[in-house]
């Protein structure tokens, strides 16, 4: 019986059977254009067969019995039911036709002979006038298994709707399933029987084979795939004479007609023998084999950069790369599976976040504002908020229940044939597709408002996440933006703050000269002359760029600047102490007069080389803070005078010249915490207002 499918239902006389589409729930139904004949001459059995009712109905009402049978025991309402005619079946259903009539050769119903033929039209009208679906003919095989033979899944999905079980076994224990596996090559029907509940480890009584024996043995490549993949039948399930799904597929291993995801899972299985291994079986471990696929772009991230950062020549980096492809393509090979297509984009994508949030906390925050700073992170919220909508959320998927299911067959399958048409249905999901629905083959779901599957977030983008994913693209673009920002900021404060470059930054700690400055840069002149030395510019004369010819610079000894960089022959200056900020005279060699008072003197004081030389070499944050304690000394220097400054010691200059004394002691590591500043400072401002108050209207009568 399983060498062979059911023979033909009857013979002679019927139409050639309907074309149909194995691939899906979609049956043509053939389409009988009336023809003008003469019906007068034909018999009650040959009338039915065209389908010449007008005659059929003169016959029966001339006194032919409906339910008479030919010699075959073969009844009218058989040649209807194969033929499709649905008139002449109503009529003779009206007419009390026995609907589970039994006759021909194979003992079988006219639900058997329309189910052969996959006349779903013809199958409808029978169950609804109570045929039953579940009586066997004369091989043993009930409506269910003749359909599943013949690849008609849209019969197979409405008995199963109507109630039959998908997991009936024939009288030598065959199912729908095992029909299907071992006789089309087609997806379905096997999908659909899976996809309402058939077991795929159940086994026959004659030979103990599951369905997965009948498919191989078949060579069903479609129906094994299937069942291993989507169904997860057993590999290792014997039958009868001892062979598994596993031992009678291991002499095909790498035969074109099995899959290579099928071979993954072959391989897999067979090595379940080496588990005592704890490497192997650490391989083998599903779990363990996912955290390296997730893990494996965050480290690669890494070793790259690392490798690219290194201080060496270009072609031990070339080499260094080689050996870490070598070591990934070996690890991938061991631990990599079918899943790997699906994860790696999304973990190359969180990898480049994780690393993209390392490099700002570590590189561009300290180089940038703290607003700015706020706004990479406000930015970063609304990336997250974003992601995680596209990734987890619900992009629109169509669930049905299986009632649901069960209900949409039957109504579409009453309906006609154009209900099963793809554009109005997914066989794969068994559900009604709604307009600009699609099936997802990644996913293996239909999403509503179909737009794509994006692997970078892995998930579906439908009805219900696209406007998340459109702010995802969107809020990653401004955080791309926002990295570009801080990386120009990042190399600007490298070059002009520190006078640093990105070699040096890396590699300070190698550097002999950068050792004995605490692996501060020993080529730091102060932002300023950092900035024109960097640009190789002057400023109007004021501020001269050290020129340095770098190809000819071979020792630091002998070119670094040891004298400072302010000499005291910058300034006319007697034996006592003089003041810089008295006006000048027509003679430049004129001796200048001591200071009148104790402002003047700690002003002059400020002035001295050392002074200078720590502001201008002091870093952005000591320079600050340095500023602004050195401005409360100058300050105060000037409201303990006993008589008003000179015009020329307005308050600004006061407190920028008394700021460079604080810039030394911010260097020395002696300013005031930035707390006990900000209280200093709002005394300090009610004292100025009193300053103003008594000495502003005196500068101005002496300018007079």
């Known amino acids: 019986m399983y060498q062979s499918a059911c023979t033909a239902a009857a013979a002679g006389g019927c139409?050639?059977?309907?074309?149909?589409?194995?691939?899906?729930?979609?049956?043509?139904?053939?389409?009988?254009a009336p023809v003008e004949h003469d019906y007068s001459g034909f018999d009650i059995v040959?009338?039915?067969?065209?389908?010449?009712?007008?005659?059929?109905?003169?016959?029966?009402?001339?006194?032919?019995d409906v339910n008479q049978p030919d010699s075959e025991t073969v009844t009218l309402l058989h040649w209807a039911a194969i033929n499709n005619r649905k008139d002449i079946i109503k009529y003779f259903l009206d007419k009390g036709a026995i609907v589970d009539a039994v006759g021909g050769e194979l003992n079988a119903t006219p639900l058997h002979w329309a189910t052969r033929q996959g006349h779903l039209g013809a199958v409808v009208l029978l169950l609804a006038a109570g045929a039953d679906p579940s009586l066997r003919d004369a091989e043993g095989c009930s409506c269910i298994h003749l359909a599943a033979q013949f690849g008609h899944t849209a019969l197979v999905a409405y008995f199963i709707a109507r109630g039959v079980n998908p997991d009936l076994q024939d009288r030598g224990g065959m199912t729908a399933l095992m029909w299907a596996a071992w006789k089309i090559s087609a997806l379905d029907p096997v999908r659909l029987l899976l996809t309402l509940g058939a077991n795929p480890s159940l086994a026959d009584h004659t030979h103990g084979n599951t369905a997965l024996h009948w498919a191989i043995l078949a060579r069903n490549a479609t129906a094994i795939s299937t069942l291993v993949l989507k169904g997860k039948a057993n590999m290792e399930v014997p039958n009868l004479r001892g062979d598994t799904p596993l031992t009678m597929l291991q002499p095909h291993l790498g035969s074109i007609w099995i899959g290579t995801k099928v071979s993954d899972r072959i391989r897999e299985a067979t090595q379940q023998s080496h588990r005592r291994n704890p490497l192997v079986r650490m391989t083998l471990d599903k779990?363990?084999?996912?955290?390296?696929?997730?893990?494996?772009?965050?480290?690669?991230?890494?070793?790259?950069?690392?490798?690219?950062?290194?201080d060496t020549q270009i072609i031990i980096k070339i080499f260094l790369l080689a050996c870490l492809y070598s070591v990934a393509y070996t690890i991938g090979q061991h631990l990599f599976d079918e899943n790997l297509m699906a994860l790696l984009p999304l973990s190359?994508?969180?990898?480049?976040?994780?690393?993209?949030?390392?490099?700002?906390?570590?590189?561009?925050?300290?180089?940038?504002?703290?607003?700015?700073?706020?706004?990479?992170?406000?930015?970063?919220?609304g990336l997250w908020v974003c992601f995680l909508k596209s990734w987890r959320g619900n992009p629109g998927v169509i669930q049905p229940t299986q009632e649901q299911r069960f209900r949409t067959i039957i109504e579409?399958?009453?309906?006609?044939?154009?209900?099963?048409?793809?554009?109005a249905f997914c066989s794969a999901c068994l559900v009604r597709r709604p307009v600009r629905s699609k099936h997802c083959s990644v996913c293996d779901r239909c999403v509503a408002r179909f737009?794509?599957?994006?692997?970078?977030?892995?998930?579906?983008?439908?009805?219900?996440?696209?406007?998340?994913?459109?702010?995802?693209?969107?809020?990653?673009?401004?955080?791309?933006?926002?990295?570009?920002?801080?990386?120009?900021?990042?190399?600007?404060?490298?070059?002009?703050?520190?006078?640093?470059?990105?070699?040096?930054?890396?590699?300070?700690?190698?550097?002999?000269?950068f050792q004995a400055k605490g692996g501060k840069s020993p080529f730091n002149r102060g932002p300023v002359k950092n900035l024109f030395d960097f640009l190789e510019c002057s400023c109007f004369g004021l501020v001269q760029p050290q020129r340095t010819d770098w190809m000819q610079f071979f020792e630091f000894d002998k070119h670094v600047e040891h004298e400072p960089l302010l000499r005291p022959d910058n300034f006319q200056k007697t034996q006592q102490d003089s003041s810089p900020l008295s006006p000048p005279t027509g003679n430049r060699n004129r001796t200048r007069r001591p200071a009148r008072n104790p402002a003047e003197r700690e002003?002059?004081?400020?002035?001295?080389?050392?002074?200078?030389?720590?502001?201008?070499?002091?870093?952005?944050?000591?320079?600050?803070?340095?500023?602004?304690?050195?401005?409360?000394?100058?300050?105060?220097?000037?409201?303990?005078?006993?008589?008003?400054?000179?015009?020329?010691l307005q308050i600004g200059t006061a407190l920028v010249l008394a700021g460079m004394m604080g810039s030394r002691w911010a260097r020395s590591g002696k300013f005031m915490p930035p707390g006990l500043i900000c209280v200093l400072s709002c005394a300090m401002l009610a004292r100025g207002l009193i300053y103003h108050n008594r000495y502003l209207p005196m500068i101005g009568a002496k300018q007079e």
């Open 15 to 32: 139409s050639e059977p309907e074309r149909h589409d194995r691939d899906g729930l979609i049956t043509h139904e053939t389409a009988v």
């Open 412 to 423: 579409l399958s009453e309906r006609g044939a154009s209900g099963f048409e793809p554009s």
């Open 603 to 648: 002003l002059a004081t400020l002035l001295r080389t050392e002074t200078i030389n720590a502001m201008l070499k002091c870093s952005v944050p000591s320079l600050a803070a340095g500023l602004t304690f050195g401005a409360l000394l100058g300050y105060g220097a000037l409201l303990s005078s006993n008589e008003p400054p000179r015009p020329l």
């Open 348 to 381: 190359v994508y969180m990898a480049t976040k994780l690393w993209f949030y390392v490099t700002w906390l570590t590189y561009i925050a300290p180089t940038v504002s703290f607003l700015a700073s706020l706004a990479f992170l406000a930015c970063s919220a």
């Open 451 to 513: 737009d794509h599957h994006c692997p970078w977030v892995g998930n579906c983008i439908g009805a219900k996440n696209h406007k998340y994913f459109m702010g995802f693209l969107w809020m990653l673009l401004i955080m791309c933006g926002w990295m570009l920002y801080g990386g120009s900021n990042f190399y600007s404060y490298q070059v002009v703050c520190l006078g640093m470059t990105t070699n040096e930054r890396l590699n300070r700690g190698r550097y002999r000269h």
């Open 46 to 64: 040959k009338a039915t067969q065209y389908g010449a009712i007008a005659r059929v109905k003169e016959l029966i009402e001339a006194g032919w």
């Open 287 to 310: 779990r363990f084999r996912w955290w390296s696929m997730i893990a494996t772009p965050f480290l690669v991230f890494y070793l790259v950069g690392l490798v690219f950062c290194a």
